[in-house]
């Protein structure tokens, strides 16, 4: 039986799919801060409450798991990720409302509501990560309501995610720097399926917070290959590397806006490749060209025509590899490459960063690297020495 949650209508298109919204754990806290604050300052059972999010969507939102006490209720919404792989999908969120003799309205966190350790997210350190849009959607339904029954007594909201401890290692969060649980999030309180929007935004997110952790220099890997690769071949702090997937013009644009002084990416050839050829989003879908531009630069490193029309009908960069190592050019056509990943890197940049680059294969290893990696990976040693 299809969810009916306000949502039916809603929708995006991925690769031909009909992809469904959902909605964010800041919507479920808000839903359930509603129902609980109505069902205390009213009285009644409420099994659905409308709610208005930021995105001007009306969601109905089902609620679950009612418990009514002296001064107080709890109830709880289930989360729904539509077709977004989000590993909060089903998850439930909880809301105990309780009349209290301060004035005014407090949120806290409870159980599996990560803490905030370090400084450069949303919320000062040791709150609850319950982020701004999220809470002032709490804030507006709580008000409301003591409004509607002219209540100026105080409330104390506390949001719980039961689940929130267990899965927020498949998260950001300990990276964050945010402990003990999940964040409650959502700056439109829908949840768009694969948002790139979103993607972006949580590369920002963890850039800023090693920023005013006190990092002047990056360590920037595109995907898990780049990671693996770190870890295993370099003498580099792996802990601190941070991943900008396919949106390395927008990482550079943050770093630009941030202040930041230099990155120091490691990446597979087949993501950096394209770099060479200036493409700053090098999702597949965006452009593919990298067996182009291998020929290009193998050309220039002197490869026959022959040879640069092969590596133009292989499908891998390992196969492009394997011509270009045949014809004994691997090193000439990494230096032609390299330059150019430099000059693309420093141009969508203003040359206002010191950046640089290491480049591997999966096949071949360690395959070539900017002018300034080198310099890179010792002030990045230099500055986690400092920073521990």
């Known amino acids: 039986m299809e969810q009916k949650n306000g949502l039916e209508d809603y929708y995006s298109i991925k690769n031909n799919r009909k992809m469904r919204f959902g909605y964010t754990t800041g919507s479920c806290a808000a839903g359930a801060a509603k129902a609980a604050v109505s069902m205390l300052l009213k009285g ?13 969507i009306l969601l109905n939102l089902e609620i679950v798991h009612i418990e009514k006490g002296i001064g107080q209720v709890s109830c709880a919404v289930k989360k729904f990720a539509g077709d977004d792989p989000d590993v909060t999908d089903g998850i439930e969120v909880f809301v105990k409302a309780e009349k209290t003799n301060f004035s005014g309205i407090r949120i806290e966190g409870g159980k599996g509501v990560g803490r905030v350790t370090k400084r450069g997210l949303e919320q000062p350190l040791g709150s609850p990560a319950i982020n701004q849009v999220p ?61 790139e929007a979103a993607l972006i935004k949580s590369i920002e997110v963890e850039m800023r917070q090693k920023v005013e952790n006190g990092a002047a220099y990056l360590l920037v890997t595109p995907g898990n290959y780049g990671a693996a690769f770190l870890r295993e071949h370099m003498d580099l702090p792996f802990e601190e590397n941070m991943k900008c997937s396919n949106y390395v013009g927008e990482t550079l644009d943050m770093a630009v806006d941030m202040g930041v002084k230099g990155i120091l990416f490691i990446s597979h050839i087949g993501k950096f490749v394209k770099v060479a050829a200036g493409i700053m989003n090098t999702h597949s879908r965006c452009a593919d060209a990298r067996a182009e531009v291998l020929a290009a630069n193998a050309l220039r490193a002197g490869i026959s025509l022959e040879s640069a029309k092969e590596i133009l009908d292989t499908i891998t960069t390992d196969e492009a590899l394997a011509v270009i190592r045949r014809e004994g050019l691997l090193e000439p056509v990494m230096k032609e490459i390299t330059d150019r990943v430099e000059y693309y890197l420093n141009h969508r940049a203003y040359d206002r960063l010191l ?25 990045l040693k230099e500055q986690y020495q400092t920073l521990r």
Do not use: W
């Open 44 to 56: 009644g059972t409420v099994k659905t409450v409308e709610l208005m999010t930021p995105k001007g």
């Open 135 to 195: 809470r002032s959607m709490i804030l507006r339904e709580a008000e409301e309501i003591c409004s509607e029954t002219d209540y100026e007594g105080g409330l104390l909201l506390t949001v719980s995610i039961p689940q929130g401890e267990e899965i927020a290692g498949r998260t950001f969060n300990p990276r964050l720097g945010i402990e003990g649980g999940i964040s409650v999030l959502g700056t439109s309180g829908i949840v768009e399926p694969m948002s």
């Open 355 to 379: 950046l640089g680059a290491v480049l591997f294969s999966n096949e071949y290893g360690y395959l070539g690297e900017t002018r300034h990696a080198g310099e890179l990976a010792g002030l």
